[in-house]
């Protein structure tokens, strides 16, 4: 009977071994290197995980992995005269595109090696801001100084980046000497756009040119900066850049109808510790994805002034629960 109670334990034991282990949760956060990197855009690539940061004080592009806990360097300082990068995106075709705000520059790089691919030029005076990919060959591109989005093609080798749409022509209300488009982001046949200054957003068909304010009701997302898109929910990062009274940085939820005319913010996602200027937002892959946050402090940048607090850092969050606030 010994003998018996013993190779019991024994396999018992055995079988808690062998009991399939829980994956580790991802980083609630994650370092990005330096005392002044002051990080801008990010684009994450869901079949290798990694994903890539660019940054506002001199054009490092860094890389991370969704399970490792901090970023490392992928592309110095100064290479191929990078000294500053805005938003960054990844195309179905596996194109990074690299933005670089007042340099009124665009990038287009292999991420499996660094190689650049492309540099394209925008507006003189512009700030090049963000980047919203619609295949492998087409891209849109906001410019917040110049009244203008700009369309990128790609044929074999060749790539092009045009004016597309005149702003104030299309009615959009574009306000000079204020950032105007930031963020843009392709869903389905349409555009969505935010305008940080006036926090309305934009929906723009790319075959008609034509531009419909989304209606919100009483909301509007006033700093607006990065987009990402979710089953029928547009994610929008809410900075503060020039320090408004009682503004929140956030990222708001709102959740739009099918026809992208109208919707309403049911949400507003902070980490505990709150959010330090966040910029562009990234969403993650598999089934339980989380939302990459940049915490860019761009206005300490912006002014002058000391980062808030280091380390920098990029927020990791959990969505909400679908209908959660509906």
């Known amino acids: 009977m010994r003998l018996l109670a013993s190779t019991v334990a024994v396999l018992a034991a055995g ?10 949760a991802p980083p609630e956060r994650y370092v990005v290197p330096g005392d002044r990197a002051f990080p801008t855009g990010v684009a994450h690539d869901p079949g290798s995980g990694h994903f890539y940061v660019g ?12 399970d490792e806990p901090r970023t490392e360097v992928w592309s110095p ?15 179905g075709a596996g194109h ?45 591109v906001t410019d917040s100084f110049k009244p203008v989005i700009y369309r990128v093609a790609r044929s074999g080798d060749r790539w092009t980046m045009r ?17 105007n488009l930031n963020g ?7 555009l969505l756009a935010v305008q940080s200054n006036t926090g309305q957003l934009w929906r723009i068909d790319p075959a008609s040119r034509e531009v419909v304010e989304v209606d919100l009701g009483d909301e509007l997302l006033r700093n607006g900066d990065g987009l990402a898109w ?20 956030r990222v708001a939820v709102v959740a739009l109808d099918a026809d992208l005319a109208s919707g309403r913010v049911v949400d507003g996602l902070t980490p505990p510790e709150g959010l330090q200027h966040p910029s562009a937002i990234a969403l993650t892959g598999g089934e339980e994805p989380r939302l990459l946050v940049v915490n860019s402090q761009f206005d300490r940048w912006s002014a002058g ?22």
């Open 96 to 140: 990074l595109y690299v933005n670089g705000g007042p340099t009124s520059t665009l990038r287009v790089y292999d991420p499996d090696d660094a190689t650049l691919l492309a540099t394209l030029k925008g507006k003189p005076g512009g700030f090049v801001n963000d980047v919203a990919p619609v295949s492998g060959k087409v891209a849109y």
């Open 230 to 249: 979710r089953d029928g929910r547009l994610y929008v990062s809410q900075g503060n850049l020039f320090d408004a009274p009682g503004a929140e940085a």
């Open 305 to 326: 002034l000391p980062p808030r607090t280091l380390p920098f850092t990029i927020a990791s969050l959990r969505l909400p629960e679908e209908g959660a606030d509906d």
């Open 184 to 190: 843009i982001i392709s869903v389905g046949r349409h």
């Open 15 to 24: 079988a808690l071994t062998l009991a399939p282990q829980s994956p580790p």
């Open 77 to 91: 300082d100064g290479t191929d005269g990078r000294s500053f990068t805005s938003a960054l995106a990844l195309d």
């Open 55 to 66: 940054s506002a004080e001199d054009g490092t592009i860094q890389r991370g992995h969704v």
């Open 163 to 179: 004016p597309w749409l005149d702003v104030r022509a299309a009615g959009i209300d574009w306000v000079d000497g204020e950032h």
